[in-house]
């Protein structure tokens, strides 16, 4: 089946330093699958950070930035200088054209940023 | 802007008993989902419907039945709750081609 893994947390980063999260998939029932970013801040619900539907593509979001890049399978999150506000946990997610039949999740990454 | 509200928001049930989560959304998609998330594990997808009357097994639906009497509404029913149902639920709608909203989760807790 589909599957996505990204850095397992928690992470602890410094404001101003830079910040990955590495996600891969594996998409075995979807032939062009869609790659997502959601975040939950805390005490907050489950909200779309980017997505990008095309290999090749960039998103971008609040400072964020992941390309979708087929031939290694990856979607990795990056941020070039994190603030305190960016403390949340993140889910890499991949889905189908239509997405009508859900997401498949990673298991979320835990970041939290120290002043 | 999209909304979709669950109800409870959390809940303690007795192993055996019923228990229904409900989800409405005011989004007018036509697709919903029901997904848990527990520690270890990502968001694991339950049921989905396609529109009011259709229901859909996901990856985890042992234990579970969903129901969608309308556009707005979708419902989880645990009929015989078991401790290991004990999770967080989301739902979410989602337009076809279109970014899936989440509700702020239940929490179930089954004695």
Same mark, same amino acid.
């Given at each position: 089946?589909?599957s996505?893994?990204?850095?397992?947390? $928690?992470?602890?980063?410094s404001?101003s330093?830079?910040?990955?999260?590495?996600?891969?998939?594996?998409?075995?029932?979807?032939a062009? $699958?869609?790659?997502?970013?959601?975040?939950?801040? $805390?005490?907050?619900?489950?909200?779309?950070?980017?997505?990008?539907?095309?290999?090749?593509?960039?998103g971008?979001?609040r400072?964020?930035?992941?390309?979708?890049?087929?031939?290694?399978?990856?979607?990795?999150?990056?941020?070039?200088s994190?603030?305190?506000s960016?403390?949340?946990?993140?889910?890499?997610?991949?889905?189908?054209?239509n997405?009508?039949?859900?997401l498949t999740?990673?298991l979320?990454?835990?970041?939290?940023?120290? $002043? | 802007?999209?909304?979709?509200t669950?109800?409870?928001?959390?809940?303690?049930a007795?192993?055996?008993?019923?228990?229904?989560?409900?989800?409405?959304?005011?989004n007018?998609?036509?697709?919903?989902?029901?997904?848990?998330?527990d520690?270890?594990?990502? %968001?694991?997808?339950?049921?989905?419907?396609?529109?009011?009357? #259709?229901?859909?097994?996901?990856?985890?639906?042992?234990?579970?039945?969903? #129901?969608?009497?309308?556009?707005?509404?979708?419902?989880?029913?645990?009929?015989?709750a078991?401790?290991?149902?004990? #999770?967080?639920?989301?739902?979410?709608?989602?337009?076809?081609?279109?970014?899936?909203?989440?509700?702020?989760?239940?929490?179930? %807790?089954? %004695?």
């Amino acid at each position: 089946g589909d599957s996505v893994t990204q850095t397992e947390g $928690p992470v602890t980063v410094s404001e101003s330093e830079s910040l990955i999260i590495n996600c891969t998939y594996s998409a075995t029932s979807i032939a062009y $699958p869609n790659l997502f970013w959601y975040v939950r801040y $805390p005490g907050e619900g489950l909200q779309l950070l980017l997505k990008v539907i095309t290999a090749g593509q960039k998103g971008s979001s609040r400072g964020f930035e992941a390309t979708y890049n087929k031939e290694t399978t990856s979607f990795h999150l990056q941020k070039a200088s994190v603030q305190e506000s960016d403390s949340a946990v993140y889910y890499c997610a991949l889905g189908d054209n239509n997405y009508a039949q859900g997401l498949t999740f990673g298991l979320g990454t835990r970041v939290s940023v120290f $002043p | 802007e999209a909304a979709v509200t669950q109800s409870p928001r959390n809940k303690v049930a007795v192993t055996g008993g019923k228990v229904t989560l409900s989800c409405n959304q005011t989004n007018n998609h036509n697709n919903m989902y029901w997904y848990r998330q527990d520690t270890g594990h990502g %968001l694991r997808l339950i049921h989905y419907s396609y529109g009011a009357g #259709s229901t859909e097994k996901g990856d985890i639906p042992d234990g579970y039945k969903a #129901s969608r009497p309308s556009q707005e509404n979708f419902s989880l029913i645990l009929e015989l709750a078991t401790p290991s149902q004990t #999770s967080v639920y989301f739902c979410a709608s989602g337009g076809q081609k279109d970014t899936q909203y989440f509700g702020p989760g239940t929490r179930l %807790l089954v %004695l």
